[in-house]
């Protein structure tokens, strides 16, 4: 079979009409039909309660209203749905560098890479479903497997808010009594063609045999056949690439003297190592970014020998670029470290990841991984290098008023 890959199918539950729900709390609980309200008007989604009475999206509104008078009719608000949309793509992005968006709700999460910093699939699934919850207020079904469909049909079988792993060595088992239908590429004529040869289950399907269904579908035979031995090639394949990624904090107070400002520095030169961690890269290109109380900014940047994913590396380098900035009888409010020229680690760092622990990655990346997992799930202050100080600590250079990861890389959508 597949080895070891686990990939999971997020989908998020009734997304438009979950977050309907969650923008006016009085509608939970109620049948709620996003859609035009208008004589054309079309479901675009319905929550579960409307569900019930066999509201589902892509009906006329007029059919959903037949079938459920008492439903609540809201009006689609695309942007707001963009914008959660982006909150639920950054908390997958925390999890794997592997991210493929299929539409605005759902996309394959690859966890190759990530046990060691994250530790079992299962686990990571949970985590990822809480994290989804508690950041974003809205629950979402994930499918755990060793391939994409696999994932994605074991994704729809605990909806509403489930999870579903389909373990490794029982994926025949599985695929054997479900109807063809649910196999990907699997339309209504191809059905209908394969329910006149007897063709019912996937189980049928992989005892008809490869030759047959060549014969009957030429090359898309051949990938049924493949799929019906829970064979599936297909990578998951990453639709945005971060080009660059940093942090940044304005003061209350203006931060006066280098030793301030190299520690605010420290602090965010520490959760852009952790990102980069996260996201299992290493960046080349490290930037500062500074403006002063009278609103001067000064950007400066430089290239390391080496791609790095380091604090102590981005710290060092961030404090030799102030050093080219004029910090006498200047006052700042906001300073920033942020990195580019990203390289994905090579192969076999990769490799060393998902081996037993028996050989351990080098020791700083080692630890810098268990510093980032701790601080991810307990909090940026849970783990923070001493020099850095607190946040109370930073109190006496102007205690933070706004912080906040600066990702000029959009996501596509
Ligand atoms: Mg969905």
Same mark, same amino acid.
């Given at each position: 079979?597949?080895?070891?890959?686990?990939?999971?199918?997020? =989908?998020?539950?009734?997304?438009?009409?979950?977050?309907?729900?969650?923008?006016?709390?009085?509608?939970?609980?109620?049948?709620?039909?996003?859609?035009?309200?208008?004589?054309?008007?079309?479901?675009?989604?319905?929550? %579960?309660?409307?569900?019930?009475?066999? &509201?589902?999206?892509?009906?006329?509104?007029?059919?959903?209203?037949?079938?459920?008078?008492?439903?609540?009719?809201?009006?689609?608000?695309?942007?707001? %749905?963009?914008?959660?949309?982006?909150?639920?793509?950054?908390?997958?992005?925390?999890?794997?560098?592997?991210?493929?968006?299929?539409?605005?709700?759902?996309?394959?999460?690859?966890?190759?890479?990530?046990?060691?910093?994250?530790?079992?699939?299962?686990?990571?699934?949970?985590?990822?479903?809480?994290?989804?919850?508690?950041?974003?207020?809205?629950?979402?079904?994930?499918?755990?497997?060793?391939?994409?469909?696999?994932?994605?049909?074991?994704?729809?079988?605990?909806?509403?808010?489930?999870?579903?792993?389909?373990?490794?060595?029982?994926?025949?088992?599985?695929?054997?009594?479900?109807?063809?239908?649910?196999?990907?590429?699997?339309?209504?004529?191809?059905?209908?063609?394969?329910?006149?040869?007897?063709?019912?289950?996937?189980?049928?399907?992989?005892?008809?045999?490869?030759?047959?269904?060549?014969?009957?579908?030429?090359?898309?035979?051949?990938?049924?056949?493949?799929?019906?031995?829970?064979?599936?090639?297909?990578?998951?394949?990453?639709?945005?690439?971060?080009?660059?990624?940093?942090?940044?904090?304005?003061?209350? !107070?203006?931060?006066?003297?280098?030793?301030?400002?190299?520690?605010?520095?420290?602090?965010?030169?520490?959760?852009?190592?952790?990102?980069?961690?996260?996201?299992?890269?290493?960046?080349? &290109?490290? &930037?500062?970014?500074?403006? =002063?109380? !009278?609103?001067?900014?000064?950007?400066?940047?430089?290239?390391?020998?080496?791609?790095?994913?380091? %604090?102590?590396?981005?710290?060092?380098?961030?404090?030799?670029?102030?050093?080219?900035?004029?910090?006498?009888?200047?006052?700042?409010?906001?300073?920033?470290?942020?990195?580019?020229?990203?390289?994905?680690?090579?192969?076999?760092?990769?490799?060393?990841?998902?081996?037993?622990?028996?050989?351990?990655?080098?020791?700083?990346?080692?630890?810098?991984?268990?510093?980032?997992?701790?601080?991810?799930?307990?909090?940026?202050?849970?783990?923070?290098?001493?020099?850095?100080?607190?946040?109370?600590?930073?109190?006496?250079?102007?205690?933070?008023?706004?912080?906040?990861?600066?990702?000029?890389?959009?996501?596509?959508?």
């Amino acid at each position: 079979m597949s080895g070891d890959r686990a990939i999971l199918h997020v =989908d998020m539950d009734a997304f438009f009409a979950s977050v309907e729900v969650r923008e006016q709390p009085q509608l939970r609980g109620l049948p709620v039909l996003v859609g035009g309200a208008g004589r054309r008007g079309v479901v675009a989604a319905a929550s %579960y309660e409307a569900r019930k009475f066999g &509201c589902r999206s892509a009906q006329p509104m007029a059919v959903a209203l037949r079938l459920c008078p008492q439903a609540v009719v809201v009006p689609p608000r695309h942007a707001l %749905y963009t914008e959660v949309s982006r909150a639920v793509f950054a908390v997958f992005e925390r999890f794997s560098p592997l991210v493929e968006g299929l539409s605005i709700d759902e996309a394959f999460i690859d966890l190759a890479g990530t046990e060691r910093l994250w530790g079992p699939p299962r686990g990571v699934a949970e985590a990822l479903r809480v994290a989804v919850h508690q950041e974003v207020g809205l629950t979402c079904s994930v499918g755990l497997a060793c391939v994409k469909f696999l994932a994605k049909i074991a994704s729809g079988m605990n909806k509403p808010d489930g999870l579903t792993e389909i373990p490794a060595g029982t994926e025949l088992e599985f695929l054997t009594p479900l109807p063809i239908g649910e196999l990907w590429g699997v339309g209504p004529r191809t059905q209908e063609k394969l329910q006149r040869r007897g063709v019912h289950t996937v189980g049928d399907l992989r005892r008809l045999g490869e030759a047959a269904l060549v014969e009957m579908f030429g090359a898309h035979g051949l990938h049924m056949h493949r799929l019906s031995l829970a064979l599936d090639e297909r990578a998951v394949v990453p639709d945005r690439a971060a080009k660059s990624l940093g942090h940044e904090d304005t003061y209350a !107070d203006n931060v006066v003297g280098v030793p301030a400002l190299r520690r605010c520095l420290l602090s965010q030169a520490t959760r852009v190592a952790d990102r980069l961690v996260a996201q299992g890269l290493k960046a080349r &290109c490290v &930037c500062l970014k500074i403006r =002063d109380g !009278d609103f001067v900014t000064e950007t400066r940047q430089c290239t390391l020998p080496r791609a790095t994913d380091d %604090y102590r590396e981005l710290h060092a380098a961030a404090c030799r670029l102030l050093e080219a900035v004029e910090t006498e009888g200047r006052g700042f409010r906001l300073t920033g470290v942020s990195v580019t020229h990203f390289e994905a680690p090579e192969r076999e760092v990769q490799l060393d990841l998902l081996a037993p622990a028996s050989e351990p990655p080098p020791k700083s990346a080692a630890l810098q991984a268990v510093l980032s997992a701790v601080r991810e799930r307990h909090g940026h202050q849970a783990l923070f290098p001493a020099e850095a100080g607190s946040e109370r600590r930073l109190g006496d250079t102007g205690a933070i008023t706004h912080s906040r990861p600066n990702e000029p890389a959009k996501r596509r959508r």
